[in-house]
């Protein structure tokens, strides 16, 4: 079946420019997540959606990411204002259920954000 | 501060080489998860553990949680190319609703 899609795979855009990536997750999975990976290093969580529950925005780094999930199902995550240390590659994951420990998420290959 | 501190950062081994990652917290991690992340990949889960002492085998790699639930290693014996890749460990703290990741190792198998 498919996995976890994201669109586009690659951003270039220019310092103060908005920009929207967007996340197809599994379908009928619940979960959905939004995480930033340095080059080579670990993924930082941003935001994470579970049913119609209020999303946990805890990991947004400034006022300048938002993310919304319609229909409970595709996600877009929005910066605006982009700055130069927002360049990284933006994975999504879903899962069938919250991750209390025991359920597993699939990511999504990423989009990588080059902001100039 | 890394919540998750993960040694070595890099390693180079040559194909047939044993290796061992590890993963270390000063905190208590309800579950701890091992995955694979190839470039212009996302991770790919190889592993949970949630009970402390825990010692799970997949194929040529074995995955340790420690009795205090605070560390874990993956032991890869044999080592072979096609095990190159990011091996992130991943993290929940008590009752928390989110993965916590370490920053990686990026291990390099040679021919």
């Known amino acids: 079946g498919a996995g976890v899609s994201q669109s586009p795979s690659n951003k270039v855009t220019e310092k103060g420019k908005d920009v929207e990536l967007r996340c197809d997750p599994i379908?009928?999975?619940?979960?959905l997540y939004w995480y930033r990976q340095s080059l080579g290093q670990g993924l930082e969580f941003l935001i994470y959606?579970?049913?119609?529950?209020?999303?946990?925005k805890s990991g947004l780094p400034s006022d300048r990411f938002s993310a919304e999930r319609t229909g409970g199902s595709v996600s877009t995550l929005t910066i605006q204002r982009t700055q130069q240390e927002d360049s990284a590659v933006y994975l999504c994951a879903s899962s069938l259920v919250l991750t209390g420990g025991l359920g597993t998420q699939y990511f999504g290959p990423g989009t990588r954000l080059t902001v100039l | 501060t890394q919540l998750l501190e993960q040694s070595p950062q890099f390693l180079s081994i040559q194909e047939g080489e044993n290796l061992t990652v590890y993963c270390n917290s000063s905190?208590?991690?309800?579950?701890l998860q091992w995955y694979r992340q190839e470039p212009g990949e996302g991770p790919v889960l190889l592993v949970t553990v949630v009970t402390g002492g825990e010692v799970k085998k997949l194929k040529r790699l074995t995955f340790q949680f420690g009795d205090a639930r605070k560390d874990s290693s993956l032991h890869i014996t044999a080592a072979q190319p096609g095990d190159t890749g990011l091996y992130l460990c991943?993290?929940?703290?008590?009752?928390?609703?989110?993965?916590?990741f370490g920053s990686g190792t990026q291990l390099t198998v040679l021919p």
């Open positions: 905190s208590v991690f309800s579950s």
């Open positions: 959606f579970q049913g119609n529950s209020a999303p946990d």
């Open positions: 379908s009928g999975h619940t979960a």
């Open positions: 991943a993290g929940v703290v008590g009752s928390a609703r989110q993965l916590t």
